[in-house]
DNA sequence: TCGCAGATATTCT
DNA sequence: GAATATCTGCGAG
């Protein structure tokens, strides 16, 4: 299981280490547990595009928290971000998980997705309703959990990272440019 | 492939 | 009270 030590660094250096990762949810005592290979880094009120730019809220209240938390939320009324908090306490700082390549539990992924057998998790909002993320963990502990946790992956190396702006966030893509926050993984399942 | 509707928590006025 | 949001699914072309 990956320490706190691990998330508490710069969200950017966090969300490429993230890459390759194994994140894994016990529900219902089954397995579900997929490799990250897309995520987004978000600052703090430095940062434009982050939520937690405008100060600190009961919402986003999480952020400033220690690192290895969860930070779940509701957008568009339908759909729920899962975040991981990085750096020190104070710092308001975070990276979203936007997709995951599925290892195991495939088949109870499914049913959590109402059938849909294809694209599984390869967005931050389906890789919520395939793991049953949602309020119920937010603010867990990453570093000392049983029903949701990160583990080391497969080994990938600075090749096979991605990078660009980030997505839905217009006013942060010409600053995204020189400092891209949005790192992913093409053809994983080449290195597994 | 592209464009748009969808439904609600949170924040702004 | 109104506007907005780290997006997905579906229907048309």
Request: hydrophobic share 40%; glycine share 8%.
């Amino acid at each position: 299981m990956l320490t706190r030590e691990f998330y508490s660094h710069e969200p950017g250096y966090v969300a490429r280490a993230l890459l390759g990762k194994k994140l894994c949810r016990l529900v219902d005592g089954q397995l579900l547990a997929g490799l990250i290979t897309e995520v987004e880094a978000y600052g703090g009120p430095e940062d434009s595009a982050s939520h937690a730019s405008k100060g600190q809220t009961p919402r986003n209240a999480v952020m400033f928290g220690k690192a290895g938390i969860s930070y779940v939320y509701f957008i568009y009324g339908m759909h729920y971000m899962f975040n991981i908090v990085t750096e020190q306490k104070g710092r308001a700082a975070a990276v979203l998980i936007r997709a995951l390549y599925p290892t195991n539990g495939i088949e109870k992924m499914i049913r959590n997705r109402n059938g849909q057998a294809r694209h599984i998790a390869d967005g931050p909002a389906k890789l919520c309703q395939a793991l049953k993320i949602d309020f119920s963990i937010n603010k867990h502990d990453l570093t000392n959990s049983k029903t949701l946790w990160l583990q080391s992956g497969i080994n990938v190396s600075n090749i096979h990272i991605n990078s660009g702006p980030r997505i839905g966030i217009d006013y942060a893509a010409e600053k995204d440019k020189n400092a891209p926050l949005r790192y992913w993984l093409s053809n994983v399942d080449l290195y597994i």
